[in-house]
T-cell receptor, first 112, second 113 residues
Framework: GQSLEQPSEVTAVEGAIVQINCTYQTSGFYGLSWYQQHDGGAPTFLSYNGLDGLEETGRFSSFLSRSDSYGYLLLQELQMKDSASYFCAVRRTTDSWGKFQFGAGTQVVVTP | NAGVTQTPKFRVLKTGQSMTLLCAQDMNHEYMYWYRQDPGMGLRLIHYSVGEGTTAKGEVPDGYNVSRLKKQNFLLGLESAAPSQTSVYFC????????????FGPGTRLTVL
């Protein structure tokens, strides 16, 4: 089997920087995705890393290192609205196209 | 463009009752998915479909059935509901593009008594 491991919770103050790590044990996958979910809401797509390296989208960046079996989501200039759960997800090459697996999620709490 | 919609938003069932959750998307996506979300466990894939008329099992398929008779609709059925199926159910869809972007519906909160 395979699993995606994330910290369960991270707390930071407004304006700070938060890094959410995602480590995995899987032999092959197409890419690492990140989703955001506010309480009571639906997950929304944030970013995708198909290749190793850094992808930047405004205040959010995502990084992937296949050799280290590791990725992270970086949230900069934290705002109160960034309080949410963040999930990493992969689609394995050993599964049929379309079969995704999500991590358990990291609850980010932003304090004033 | 409504995106992904789910019906109903809330439902309470008694053990042994049956029901069908409806998911519809207007983005002409090939792939559709049903997930359940329980506290502390993230999203777990129940069933998915890679095109009209095709379905496949996900991570937790037992107790559920699905059908994809039309490209835009993906139905999730519970034949005999159990309290363990109390959860929030999300439907999602995606295109065949390389970025793996899934678009999620608003969710259905199901309670089985």
């Amino acid at each position: 089997g395979q699993s995606l491991e994330q910290p369960s919770e991270v707390t930071a103050v407004e304006g700070a920087i938060v890094q959410i790590n995602c480590t995995y044990q899987t032999s092959g996958f197409y890419g690492l995705s990140w989703y955001q979910q506010h309480d009571g809401g639906a997950p929304t797509f944030l970013s995708y890393n198909g290749l190793d390296g850094l992808e930047e989208t405004g205040r959010f960046s995502s990084f992937l290192s296949r050799s280290d079996s590791y990725g992270y989501l970086l949230l900069q200039e934290l705002q109160m609205k960034d309080s949410a759960s963040y999930f990493c997800a992969v689609r394995r090459t050993t599964d049929s196209w379309g079969k995704f697996q999500f991590g358990a999620g990291t609850q980010v709490v932003v304090t004033p | 463009n409504a995106g992904v919609t789910q019906t109903p938003k809330f439902r309470v069932l008694k053990t042994g009752q049956s029901m069908t959750l409806l998911c519809a998307q207007d983005m002409n996506h090939e792939y559709m998915y049903w997930y359940r979300q329980d506290p502390g466990m993230g999203l777990r894939l129940i069933h998915y479909s890679v095109g009209e008329g095709t379905t496949a099992k996900g991570e937790v398929p037992d107790g559920y059935n699905v059908s994809r008779l039309k490209k835009q609709n993906f139905l999730l059925g519970l034949e005999s509901a159990a309290p363990s199926q109390t959860s929030v159910y999300f439907c999602a869809s995606s295109s065949s593009g390389p970025t793996d972007t899934q678009y999620f519906g608003p969710g259905t909160r199901l309670t089985v008594l």
